[in-house]
């Protein structure tokens, strides 16, 4: 390892904020100019524009003979996705949920998440379960745009200033911003990958510790851009659609695509298998209850959040540098801070519940006897 990786690194990371800012900006005026609603803008538009680093990486990392970082990179970014930006974004401000999300995009996450653990369960992401993924998010997105018109319809709205407290632009420059932005997240793509790599090799780090950390981290910092915007404008379930909208891209589009393109599958490392796919499937149901039970995700929620994705990241750089404390930190997760926060999550979810049915039954009195 030399300067020249790291400097590679940090000039990838730039360019794919760079050119993941630029194709949000003009995927979302030309997709406003065919009259899509803010919330569609968010989950469809928003979520693709900002799932085209992780695409563009794990194209990258697939042509350079490195699927270990293609895997890692989208498992890590849907962890990074719930556990560090809406945890962020709960703690700058408690996230309002619409019940379209909810009751819709949150269930479609998870059962995509599921889908992509069961297809990797054979070391493998074959072209047919490529055909499978991208499938679901088709679908996915077919249904959340009919739902959208129906949205689009209601008076006062203006579809691109909520989503994205930007001004719109001219058309032409929208189809620059987005032509300067697929460029940008290629060649971005290309020098993260590379500078990483050299480093993984150097520190004796795998390629999927690497993918599911700094890689990871780095094209997820588009999403977390759109959700602190959305955050200052107000637009709370901007911020919980765009991070949903771009985990169900990220394993649809970002596995599913290169999986069927290269032809021969995208094998995943037994690591993943074992230990970071089921956290990331553990991480999406975890969000499921807490949005259901009030429509909303709390400042302590979010706190939690961020608390586990600190620990599983020390976790994971503990293991692969075979550091002595890994054994003692792994019992103190199993044992202790994994179930105190399965039994935090139970009784928050039973209390929420019981708050949500005892309105239920004073809207019913109230109508009853109104």
């Given at each position: 390892m030399n300067?020249?990786?790291i400097?590679?690194v940090?000039?990838g990371l730039?360019?794919?904020?760079l050119?993941?800012?630029?194709l949000?900006r003009?995927?979302?005026t030309?997709?406003a100019?065919?009259?899509?609603s803010?919330?569609?803008?968010g989950l469809?538009?928003?979520?693709?524009?900002?799932?085209?680093?992780?695409?563009?990486?794990?194209v990258?990392a697939v042509i350079?003979?490195?699927?270990d970082?293609?895997?890692?990179?989208?498992?890590?970014s849907?962890i990074v996705?719930i556990l560090?930006?809406?945890?962020?974004?709960?703690?700058?401000?408690?996230?309002v949920?619409?019940?379209q999300i909810?009751r819709?995009d949150i269930?479609v996450?998870?059962?995509l998440?599921i889908?992509l653990?069961?297809?990797?369960?054979d070391?493998k992401i074959s072209l047919f379960?490529?055909v499978?993924?991208?499938?679901v998010?088709v679908?996915h997105?077919?249904?959340s745009i009919v739902?959208g018109?129906?949205e689009s319809?209601?008076?006062n709205?203006d579809?691109?200033?909520?989503?994205l407290?930007?001004?719109?632009?001219?058309?032409?420059?929208?189809?620059?911003?987005?032509?300067?932005g697929i460029?940008?997240l290629?060649?971005g793509a290309?020098f993260?990958v590379?500078?990483?790599?050299?480093?993984?090799?150097?520190?004796g780090?795998s390629?999927?510790?690497?993918g599911?950390?700094v890689v990871?981290?780095?094209t997820?910092?588009?999403e977390?851009?759109?959700?602190?915007?959305?955050?200052r404008r107000?637009e709370?379930?901007?911020?919980?659609?765009?991070?949903?909208?771009?985990?169900?891209f990220n394993?649809?589009?970002v596995l599913?695509l290169?999986?069927?393109?290269f032809?021969?599958g995208?094998?995943?490392?037994?690591?993943?298998?074992?230990?970071?796919?089921?956290?990331?499937?553990?991480?999406?149901?975890?969000?499921l209850p807490i949005?259901?039970?009030g429509?909303v995700?709390a400042r302590?929620e979010?706190?939690?959040f961020?608390?586990?994705?600190?620990a599983?990241?020390?976790?994971?750089v503990?293991?692969s540098?075979?550091?002595?404390?890994?054994?003692?930190?792994?019992?103190?997760?199993?044992w202790?801070v994994?179930?105190?926060?399965?039994?935090?999550?139970?009784?928050?979810?039973?209390?929420?519940?019981g708050?949500?049915r005892?309105?239920?039954?004073n809207?019913?009195?109230e109508q009853?006897n109104g």
């Open positions: 300067i020249i990786d400097v590679l940090l000039v730039v360019l794919l904020v050119g993941g800012e630029a949000v003009g995927a979302s030309l997709a100019k065919v009259g899509l803010p919330l569609i803008i469809v538009v928003v979520s693709a524009a900002t799932s085209a680093p992780e695409f563009a990486v794990t990258g350079d003979g490195e699927p970082l293609a895997v890692g990179n989208v498992v890590g849907n996705n560090l930006i809406l945890g962020i974004s709960a703690i700058i401000s408690p996230l949920i619409k019940r909810v819709f269930p996450m998870v059962g998440t889908l653990v069961a297809v990797s369960l070391g379960d490529g499978l993924l991208l499938g998010l679908l997105t077919i249904v739902m018109k129906k319809s209601r008076p709205l579809p691109v200033e909520p989503a407290n930007t001004k719109p632009v001219p058309l032409w420059l929208a189809a620059i911003l987005l032509a300067a460029g940008l290629v060649l290309q993260l590379t500078g990483a790599v050299n480093i993984a090799t150097y520190l780090v390629s999927l510790v690497i599911l950390t990871a981290i780095g997820s910092l588009p977390l851009a759109t959700s602190i915007i959305a955050l107000g709370t379930d901007m911020a919980v659609g765009n991070i949903v909208g771009s985990n169900i394993i649809g589009l599913g290169p999986a069927i393109i032809g021969e995208i094998p995943v490392p037994s690591a993943a298998i074992a230990l970071d796919m089921p956290l990331m499937l553990a991480t999406a149901i975890a969000l949005a259901f039970t429509f995700i302590w979010g706190g939690m961020v608390a586990l994705y600190v599983y990241t020390a976790y994971l503990l293991a540098t075979e550091h002595d404390a890994a054994e003692g930190f792994t019992s103190i997760m199993l202790f994994l179930p105190l926060v399965a039994v935090t999550l139970i009784a928050v979810t039973s209390y929420e519940a708050l949500l005892e309105r239920v039954k809207r019913a009195f009853n």
